[in-house]
């Protein structure tokens, strides 16, 4: 596995395309093929901060937006990761809240494309685990809001890193099965 595949799945799961409304999300999943193409990075104000065959951030983080977000509450999501019937054992599975800074990062993930890794007080919003042998994972203590769940699998029939994203809407004290399965 080549070392920029977390830091993009990282991304990933901190990506997002907008703020939704209150009320229930559309059922969502999105599978997309990572591949070993990496563009070269983006020149920008802070050369520093890009990393080679990333592409840079251009949306400054919103401190306002992330304020307002919870940290923690009393929900729970579990489920499975699965591709094609093949569980993703040992696999990450995070859970990042929908803001508008993650769309940009969304947007190049959904192109395939790695992204610089995201701000670390967004990264802080982001709950991971780590899925069982038949790729069954479970998160507790989420807050209510609008969330993009996230995993990985190897595709075995072509080599390729997939991702497969689900965007839910969490409720205080609900409990949530989600399934991220292609």
């Known amino acids: 596995m080549k070392a920029w595949i977390p830091v ?6 901190l990506a997002g395309c907008q703020m939704m409304e209150p009320g229930p ?22 050369p520093d901060r890009v990393t080679p065959g ?10 306002r937006e992330y ?8 929900a729970a999501i579990s489920g499975r990761l699965a591709l094609n019937g093949m569980p993703g054992a040992g696999e990450t599975v995070a859970v990042a809240p929908v803001t508008t800074y993650s769309a940009e990062a969304a947007e190049h993930a959904l ?8 701000d670390p007080r967004a990264q802080a919003f982001t709950h991971t685990t780590r899925t069982d042998n038949n790729g069954q994972f ?6 209510a809001g609008e969330f993009y769940v996230m995993g990985s699998v190897v595709n075995p029939g072509n080599g390729q890193r997939q991702a497969i994203i689900r965007q839910v809407s969490l409720r205080n004290g609900q409990r949530l099965e989600v399934n991220l399965s292609r």
């Not at 990333?54 to 401190?63: L, S």
């Not at 304020?67 to 009393?74: C, D, P, W, Y």
């Not at 192109?111 to 995201?118: F, I, K, N, S, Y």
């Not at 479970?138 to 807050?143: A, E, F, I, T």
């Open 8 to 13: 993009a799945l990282l991304g990933l799961a």
């Open 25 to 46: 999300p559309p059922e969502r999943i999105e599978v997309i093929d990572i591949g070993d193409e990496r563009p070269p990075a983006v020149e920008r104000a802070d």
């Open 54 to 63: 990333r592409v840079a951030r251009q949306v400054a983080f919103p401190e």
């Open 67 to 74: 304020a307002n977000l919870e940290r923690s509450g009393s």
């Open 111 to 118: 192109a395939g494309r790695a992204v610089e890794p995201a």
């Open 138 to 143: 479970s998160l507790q203590g989420l807050p």
